[in-house]
T-cell receptor
Framework: GENVEQHPSTLSVQEGDSAVIKCTYS??????FPWYKQELGKGPQLIID?????GEKKDQRIAVTLNKTAKHFSLHITETQPEDSAVYFCAASSAHYGGSQGNLIFGKGTKLSVKP | KAGVTQTPRYLIKTRGQQVTLSCSPI?????VSWYQQTPGQGLQFLFEYFSETQRNKGNFPGRFSGRQFSNSRSEMNVSTLELGDSALYLC?????????????FGPGTRLTVL
């Protein structure tokens, strides 16, 4: 089955610096790759996602890149702020349009700390 | 639009008991998935329901079950609770169509088994 590896497990940056989190997946059938942010006591919040027909996607300070050949995808956060501090999860699934939404296979998470 | 809601938010049970958790998806969403989150195993998929039918199932024992109602609300049940069932149980919903794979999570139900 699908396996998703996420690195690093913890990341500490200074406010204003960039943060990069990397994930690799094993199933070449995976076609959907979301990133979630989870704050203490809350459920995961979708922050950005990318599908396999796209190599890069950006939303303000957040960007995701996908390399299908190498089976890895990365989250880039620029100009980090203290409120970016949280646990970030990558995930992969092989959903099919009109069918099952596909079970998300999650990485183990990265605890990001942004120091003011 | 209101987000995914889950009740109760916190629950304490003892070993051997059973528990039922409830999830109301985002209005218009017809697919509901359940996940278990623990510090050791991370986020793991339990099952998915669509139009009152289980469409996908993870690798959990039969003590974990679920159902979906005609209004898309879903419940999951865990029978004969074990200490290892202590976890955050998350529900996620998605809408049909081209972005049916985009899942939105609720705040979760924190279950503690004593």
């Amino acid at each position: 089955g699908e396996n998703v590896e996420q690195h690093p497990s913890t990341l500490s940056v200074q406010e204003g610096d960039s943060a990069v989190i990397k994930c690799t997946y094993s199933d070449s059938a995976s076609n959907y790759f979301p990133w979630y942010k989870q704050e203490l006591g809350k459920g995961p919040q979708l922050i950005i996602d990318i599908r396999s027909n796209v190599g890069e996607k950006k939303d303000q300070r957040i960007a995701v890149t996908l390399n299908k050949t190498a089976k890895h995808f990365s989250l880039h956060i620029t100009e980090t702020q203290p409120e970016d501090s949280a646990v970030y999860f990558c995930a992969a699934s092989s959903a099919h349009y009109g069918g099952s939404q596909g079970n998300l296979i999650f990485g183990k998470g990265t605890k990001l700390s942004v120091k003011p | 639009k209101a987000g995914v809601t889950q009740t109760p938010r916190y629950l304490i049970k003892t070993r051997g008991q059973q528990v039922t958790l409830s999830c109301s998806p985002i209005s218009g969403h017809r697919s509901v998935s359940w996940y278990q989150q623990t510090p050791g195993q991370g986020l793991q998929f339990l099952f998915e329901y669509f139009s009152e039918t289980q469409r996908n199932k993870g690798n959990f024992p039969g003590r974990f079950s679920g159902r979906q109602f005609s209004n898309s609300r879903s419940e999951m049940n865990v029978s004969t609770l074990e200490l290892g069932d202590s976890a955050l149980y998350l529900c996620a919903s998605s809408s049909p169509g081209p972005t049916s794979d985009t899942q939105y999570f609720g705040p979760g139900t924190r279950l503690t088994v004593l």
